[in-house]
């Protein structure tokens, strides 16, 4: 199985930025790519950006396209998501996870709170 183990959330203003972690361990040999997610309260959880595990290609949801930028690093394991002019619009729990996801692998996400 696949452990994944996010962190970087906090609390920042408006226009900031934030750099969140995604550590994954297991059986990474099988992923091939991952996935950025994000739940506010009483809100859907919803897609933000995905990133290859190979070639480094990514994706992004329309609403953080442009500020956000998802990428990996091999060598650690590991998974980043670059948050740039944040907006509190953007506050949510992040999550990491496969993309397409898997249930089985929701961690306890991290708070990212942008204040206005």
């Known amino acids: 199985q696949v452990q994944l183990v996010e962190s970087g959330g906090g609390l920042v203003q408006a226009g900031g930025s934030l750099r969140l972690s995604c550590a994954a361990s297991g059986r990474i040999s099988s992923i091939y790519a991952m996935g950025w997610f994000r739940q506010a309260p009483g809100k859907e959880r919803e897609f933000v950006a995905a990133?290859?595990?190979?070639?480094?290609?990514?994706r992004y949801s329309d609403s953080v396209k442009g500020r956000f930028t998802a990428s990996r690093d091999n060598a650690k394991n590991t998974v980043y998501l670059q948050m740039n002019s944040l907006k509190p619009e953007d506050t949510a729990v992040y999550y990491c996870?496969?993309?397409?996801?898997?249930?089985?692998?929701w961690g306890q996400g991290t708070q990212v709170t942008v204040s206005s």
């Open positions: 990133v290859d595990w190979s070639g480094g290609s990514t």
């Open positions: 996870n496969t993309s397409p996801f898997n249930s089985n692998y």
